[in-house]
């Protein structure tokens, strides 16, 4: 073997035992930080639109807890599963997403994000509680009362798989009250969806008139004659001059006064 064959074996060795004492320093600290203990929680919740919550740190602690047994601070590392963590949180009905991460400093860090009420629900049989975008039933907070459009009345019962049936009036009722949120009119002018017998009526913010929707079919004409109505009748009489809006009758709005 001559010398360069000799300095290339040596720099293959020297290369190979680097390698190893790197990886014997690298599983040293993984055991190491493994056995060592959470030095703290730091919990992140992002607020709602209008900037509540729903929920706080101390809902959080309480969650880990009575699912753990445990407060996660002073915990050993090699104990934590930080995907079980994210799961429990988000088995929350008030947690939409869960990030939970340790920091190099031993630090665990918990990022929630809340789910959004839109509609709060209070029917005739006692039960009052809020629904999301995706139609998930949220309980009321103890820490805010969401300000959203509420629905009242004779209102059937939440079921999961509600916005999949062809027939539903929750199903009727929930695209009703998106309709009205999406729409910068209705939004700031109706308050309230009342369900009777099948028929919703819309009640305004103002004043004690009532808008008889009817049955949830022919919607986009509906709204497109009550528009018209505001947009043409309303100015002339004023908002307070009608009992009733009336937009059961095809083509038609029938108004009854005072």
């Not at 990022?111 to 975008?133: H, M, S």
Request: charged share 25%; proline share 4%.
């Amino acid at each position: 073997m001559n010398n360069q064959e000799l300095i290339q074996s040596l720099r293959r060795i020297s290369y190979i035992a680097l390698f190893f004492i790197g990886a014997i320093v690298v599983i040293s600290a993984v055991e190491q930080k493994q056995v060592s203990d959470v030095k703290a929680v730091r919990i992140a919740i992002e607020p709602l639109a209008d900037g509540y919550f729903l929920i706080d740190s101390a809902d959080i602690h309480t969650t880990i807890e009575r699912s753990f047994g445990f407060n996660l601070e002073g915990q050993q590392l090699a104990i934590l599963d930080v995907e079980r963590v994210e799961r429990v949180l988000e088995a929350d009905p008030f947690i939409l997403d869960a990030d939970v991460y340790v920091t190099a400093g031993n630090v665990i860090k918990i990022e929630v994000l809340q789910r959004e009420p839109v509609l709060r629900i209070i029917d005739r049989n006692g039960l009052n509680y809020y629904l999301d975008e995706q139609g998930n039933r949220l309980p009321l907070s103890r820490h805010f009362s969401a300000r959203v459009l509420v629905a009242t009345g004779n209102i059937p019962p939440h079921v999961p798989d509600f916005l999949e049936r062809e027939q539903y009036l929750l199903k009727d009722l929930f695209e009703l009250a998106r309709l009205v949120r999406e729409d910068p009119l209705w939004k700031v002018m109706v308050e309230e969806i009342h369900l009777q017998n099948g028929s919703f009526v819309l009640i305004p913010k103002l004043g004690n008139q009532r808008i008889v929707f009817g049955p949830f079919k022919d919607v986009d004409d509906k709204f497109r004659r009550l528009r018209l109505f505001y947009e043409h009748a309303v100015p002339y009489a004023g908002w307070r001059e009608y009992k009733t809006v009336n937009l059961s009758y095809r083509g038609q709005v029938v108004c009854e006064k005072w």
